[in-house]
């Protein structure tokens, strides 16, 4: 994604519409992701939109990426987002609920 900063709007308008700029891994539980605590690996992508705005998609582990950012959940809790993108203020209100 962005190396080891935070992600900027600069960033985000850098990028190609619905690029899948991040992804990794996480569980399902208060010291992961908090999604449903169901304790289970998850699967998650960080994506631009059309214009320079962004989301997060979460799937179980073992799903593809493409298929996340297709079919996942959105993330919209902004402890989690936080915890899976490290983000400027301005960024973060790009951010597609």
């Known amino acids: ?4 900063k935070a992600l900027t709007l600069q960033d ?4 190609k519409p619905f ?3 991040a992804s990794g891994k ?13 304790n ?3 699967q998650w992508v960080a994506c631009r939109g059309g214009i320079h ?3 997060i998609y979460i799937g179980l582990d ?3 990426e493409e298929y996340v950012q297709a ?13 899976l993108i490290e983000c400027d203020d301005e960024a973060f209100s790009w951010y597609r609920y």
Do not use: P
């Open 71 to 83: 079919y996942g959940d959105k993330v919209t809790s902004e402890s989690n987002i936080k915890k």
């Open 62 to 64: 073992g799903q593809s």
């Open 40 to 42: 289970r690996a998850l």
């Open 12 to 15: 985000l308008k850098d990028m």
């Open 19 to 21: 690029e899948m700029f």
């Open 53 to 55: 705005d962004w989301a």
């Open 1 to 4: 994604m962005c190396g080891n």
């Open 26 to 38: 996480t569980i399902d539980n208060s010291s992961g992701i908090n999604m449903s605590n169901s």
